[in-house]
């Protein structure tokens, strides 16, 4: 108990203290059958004490024959703590918006978990509007409770207003290993309201502070306080590798040259990128470069941009997270402050919303999984079937950008999956969205070009040259046989996706070979 | 000459009235090579002289041996007059963003004519981006020109302003056949600009004005004025068939229980509903219900909507066309006060505005060419290959809404045609946009459901009862051969498109038949 009285600490209203309770007690409060809204966006403000206990409960109930599933809702991917806890115990009916857990995917896949995959920008809206069903109860984790109960948000902010606002009951995770300097990061924004009542969202500087920086939560809707000192999924920061440094280099040439012929500002406009490595080596390149006072109005703060904040190269940030490694939290803490006066973390209706993205005039960056031949993209799902994480917020960017980017490399899997195929086997991305392709081997601009004259810059400029003459040999034939604005062979548009199926390579076989290499000299006979 | 100085009636800035000139003469102003803005949204507000003028210069050129080709920027759809003329003397290297024209059609899918199928709220920005290459010339249908050298717009808004704006050269046509009553009726907003200089769109509520009722137009800029008397586009108001009806039947009975359980205000939304038979069958359902008091925010004013201002259901409109029958447009002209008051017609970028559109809370109808069993959608394209018009606006308003409905008769061509299959030969609107599937069977909403779940909804109440079994089939066979998020067989997703190419139906013959049959039979065993 003396720990537990020792830790009270963040828990400025006292009249909260008879609340404090341990994960075990406060998991009994959760029925079955019920939405839960947890905190939680890239692996950063995850409550961290209950899923875990919530699960262990699940496998005693289901031991004893009682059936115990609930539906989990949160910012967007959490960690092992959570999905993984809970799918292993099936615990999950329904999960959105956005997961990227092992352990989930594959209970997903298997038809045993149901998923929702949303927009990023749409979900608080459509929970307001009562479209996933009722909102039972949120548990979010927070840096502390304020001496007027509000709430000081942690790593991440996610849909975390929303859940607080939508639930009947909240359940709070205090979490003592956050840095108390978070405080006055963020800026939650309470001027949404439900159609006919929205006003314009002001923010016309990637920076603005339009919000406040607490949750609001009625003492009432809470149900448990519990207090923890579990840390942020570790996010390892890897060195770019080469096929990354070269995508990076086709996109900074390209900005270089937009500056030059007076298309974007000799500061660019607000850059927004995906998670991952390629996003990395498109920051470290810049960080390089010869751009300077650039901003960022995106969902996720990396290493890559931290290291752009501190070199002064980045001077303003809008996201909804901090995905950091240990090094890059430490590095925040040591100079939070200097941080804290060029960040800004929103809730994620505001950091992806397509009215702010759209007006700020965002340069958009996102990994695919695959494009086709006329600029359609898959960024989630693997042969048409399974899915690996989802769409994230890459759809608010991509359509409301400035410029929208889609990168890539050009193959994986040792050669025998092709970045580039005839037709994508699942659509996240159409043709109206897609801007410019980049891969290892080079860039696609297609803004101002019809279906054909993509199909031609795509297979030049992006396909691997292993894969180049195939994807030639079916556009060639597509235009002759079947003609069209967009020609395709409906009989073979997803062919390489069914060898991959069957024999583990998109390559064609020597079979295979001859039938094209016949075709081509049928059509220049 | 006495008739064409009568005629400078409408041209109050005598400074223009040398400029005045045959549109044969105008025609001469345009070289080869140039990219064109022209007015016209919906078979509204289009050129009448220009285009056919420079469709006759174009052949004599080509007789000569000159090739001449020009780009094609426009709202949306014209008429034969524009589009046809200059597509059948393949006078049009690149067309943007939209047409609905059989000529056109034709060249397009035969590769003779480049196309590029837009977002309708994009196109403004991206012109000015300088996205599409340089705008040269502006030809532009007004219904006057003021003392102050500001032009009075015609029937419809579309991307006039950017074009006056972006062009070096405008060509002026004043229509003597448009009521000048129109005076008063438009909404041109001046308050756009490139970012990072971009600021909210004051819009609040449906029919606010924000701009000014004319065109700008540097008087340097005008090479020529033309006069015409011609008539917009004739729209024929079709009465709704039966599956019309019935479909606009299951949307209403929709809407009445989203109000009863309080997710819609009694009077709605703003309502946006695309062009033809189902959009009228749906006017003409609100019309005759119990909804008062509804407001709509959409691209197209059509006889249907025009019957619910005079009935008073409809209170405010704000559109970017008038597309109406010719009985309509008398009655228009007739009451002009009294629609004036109701109806703002607003430039396409900001009819078609996510910012707006999505802050308006808009409830979108649009047709659809077929869906699949997870609820892509395909808007445009005729299996696979060939394009029919465009996606025009629904992705804005499908994406942005409040509630996104698309609807088709689930059949076509004699039941031949299922617009329901396994996989969309094309998409335009994903999984993550798609709400609520509409079709004479029923209505699927999809709001909360996973794609597995959205399979099962889909099938029991949108397929025609004649492919209910097949697609279960397919879906259950997926399900248990592949899994996955998505369950499909790459090898069949596209086979019933296939099939009707090859065919003429996508039924399936004996032996296929026998074949499903064996499955289902194995799945039981």
Redesign the interface.
Known sequence: MSQKFESLSRIKNKGYHSLVMSAEEAVKKIPSGVNVGMSGFTGSGYPKEIPVALAARIREERAQNRPFKIGVWTGASTAPELDGALAEVDGIE?RLPYQSDPTCRKK????KM??????LS?VAQ?AW?????KLNIAVIEVAGIREDGSLIPAGSVGNNKTWIDQADQVIIEVNYALSEKLDGMHDIYYGTA???H?????I??VADRIGQPYYHCPAEKIIAIVETHGTDRVNVFTEPDAASKKIAEHILNFLRDEVN?G?L?PNL??IQSGVGNIANAVMAGLNEGDFDNLTSYTEVIQDGMLNMIKSGKLVKVSATSLSLSPAGLEELNKNIDFYRERIVLRTQEISNH??VV????VIAINGMVEADIYG?VNST?V?????ING?GGS?DFA??G?LCFFVRPSIAKGGDISGIVPMV?????????S?ILVTEQGLADL????P??RAERIIEHCAHPDYRAELRSYFER??AE???????I??E???W??RF?KTGSMKITAAGAEQVAASKDSETN
């Not at 997903?108 to 038809?111: A, E, F, T």
């Not at 759209?358 to 005039?361: A, D, Q, T």
């Not at 042969?383 to 899915?387: F, N, Q, V």
């Open positions: 329904m997903i896949n298997s038809g149901q998923y929702m995959d949303i927009h749409h459509h509007f009562g479209f996933y069903g439900l159609p006919p929205r006003k314009p969202i002001p016309v500087e012929k298309v500002p406009l607000p397509p009215e759209r007006r700020l005039g359609n799902h042969m048409g079937s399974d899915i769409i759809g359509r409301n400035f086997s699942h659509v996240d991305h159409t043709e109206h969205d801007q803004r101002g070009l019809s054909r004259q597509a235009c079947n003609s069209g604005h967009t020609p395709h409906l009989s548009a997803l062919s996706h069914d199926n």
